[in-house]
């Protein structure tokens, strides 16, 4: 399944009035899809993905997570939700400093109520599809940037989600590893069919994607030339 926005609003606070970061977007991404999110700093890209994580809830509209309707659900139903079928990639990776690339991700196991030994074998394929086969039993210190930002991405998709969310994964990498990481997410959203949304500063890896939007003032358009 996919994940379908429609008309969505979202506002903020902004002393008497209200700021509107989302102005009516819809977005519909397909399984095995990448759709790259393009625009300004403070255009509304973290709030576009902060609502399709369901970390926030819109002022209107719908927010459709494989087929389940977010609309109306409780806090325990979108924090289960997000477990089970949303990963998230951020800027920066977040590792555990004392754990293993392996534990990053049988931590996962865990938060979803699974036993992170049972997990293990998991981890270890996820890694070597990150090409990480050999940095199992490395702690965060232990890698490069690139390497942390790949265990980021496979950890994001320990929980096996339909919706795979990445946030500027490239900003602390030079231009070939972020090549590198992003050609990693469009393979794998390949594989593994996730729905995926990508937010990224740099227009030169969005000939990956296969599709591209822009984020203006909070409405989303179709760039000129994608």
């Excluded at 509107?20 to 993905?49: C, F, H, I, M, Q």
């Excluded at 270890?124 to 490395?138: F, I, K």
């Excluded at 972020?178 to 390949?190: D, K, Q, W």
Aim: no cysteine.
């Amino acid at each position: 399944m996919s994940l379908n926005l429609t008309d969505v609003t979202l506002t903020y606070p902004d002393g008497d009035g209200r700021l509107t970061a989302l102005d009516r977007v819809d977005l519909e991404v397909p399984p095995g899809s990448v759709t790259a999110v393009v625009g300004p700093s403070g255009s509304g890209k973290s709030s576009l993905l902060a609502v399709a994580a369901t970390l926030i809830t819109p002022d209107s509209g719908r927010v459709v997570v494989d087929g389940t309707d977010t609309t109306g659900l409780s806090r325990r139903e979108l924090a289960t939700l997000r477990r089970t079928t949303i990963g998230m990639v951020f800027q920066q990776p977040n590792l555990l400093p004392s754990l293993t690339a392996a534990e990053q991700l049988q931590v996962m196991a865990h938060l979803a109520g699974r036993s992170p030994r049972a997990a293990r074998p998991r981890a270890l394929e996820l890694l070597e599809a990150v090409g990480l086969a050999g940095q199992a039993d490395r702690r965060p210190h232990q890698l490069s940037g690139g390497q942390r930002q790949r265990v980021n991405i496979a950890r994001a998709l320990m929980n096996e989600p339909r919706v795979l969310l990445v946030d500027e994964p490239t900003s602390a990498l030079d231009h070939e590893r972020g090549a590198a990481v992003v050609g990693l997410v469009t393979e794998l959203t390949r594989l593994r069919g996730t729905a995926t949304v990508l937010v990224t500063h740099d227009h030169a890896h969005l000939g990956a994607a296969d599709r591209v939007v822009e984020v203006r003032d909070g409405r989303l358009t179709v760039p000129a030339v994608a």
